[in-house]
């Protein structure tokens, strides 16, 4: 059974300004797909937190994995309500008031609950996130060891409860043009930079393809 399009819920419905509300499975895919950082809330004894950890999406539901040790993994293993958000910068809106300026972002907020994953699959949705993260690294590294996979908690959240907003375009101008003050973007993009070896050793052997790959298409 296919899951609803974003913002179908109580809960997701996008109430201020409405028209930057999407509701495109699609286009919330593309947005996930192309970053691999999320920020991750929820609220223990009344007190809110909010991290950010890496994620890929697989499917109708996001990926995240973390130290097993880290009270944060062991509080959403429990399947507590939570909030994760993605947001990617496009540029700065630079209206001719500060009250007109803007930035041109795109978004995807999801509730609900996170689920532990274990068992046969465990080890494969892993090596998954880590080649949504570095696609290619898998097979160029040694696979991870039984204790490893015990100190690393792997957690899934679904979909079905999501909504997605995206601001595009120039400024706009309450009081319009004509007064003598620029107005327009200012496009931001993420680059990634050479990359820099570890020792002596990694300086021997050179940087592998998967980096290569990444450097010159990252994900942010």
Not at 188 to 215: C, H, M, N, Y
């Amino acid at each position: 059974m296919s899951l609803p399009n974003p913002g179908q819920t109580d809960r997701t419905s996008i109430n201020r300004l409405k028209k930057r509300s999407v509701k495109d499975r699609d286009e919330m895919y593309e947005i996930l797909d192309s970053t691999i950082l999320c920020h991750v809330g929820y609220v223990e004894s009344g007190q809110p937190f909010v991290l950010p950890y890496g994620f890929v999406r697989d499917g109708d539901r996001i990926l995240i994995h973390g130290s097993s040790g880290a009270r944060f993994m062991r509080e959403l293993a429990k399947g507590i309500p939570t909030c994760v958000t993605v947001t990617k910068l496009d540029g700065m809106v630079v209206a001719r008031t500060t009250y007109d300026s803007s930035m041109n972002y795109r978004s995807v907020v999801i509730l609900g609950a996170a689920e532990e994953i274990t068992g046969p699959e465990k080890n494969s949705l892993l090596e998954k996130v880590s080649e949504g993260l570095i696609p290619g690294r898998v097979r160029e590294v040694r696979t991870s060891t039984d204790k490893e996979l015990a100190a690393t908690t792997l957690l899934s959240l679904s979909l079905e409860e999501a909504s997605v907003k995206v601001r595009t375009g120039m400024p706009e101008d309450g009081e319009g043009s004509g007064t003598g003050v620029w107005s327009g973007v200012i496009p931001i993009r993420v680059i990634a930079d050479e990359a820099i070896p570890s020792d002596e050793e990694s300086e021997t052997l050179g940087v592998p393809e998967s980096v290569k790959a990444f450097v010159k298409n990252p994900k942010a």
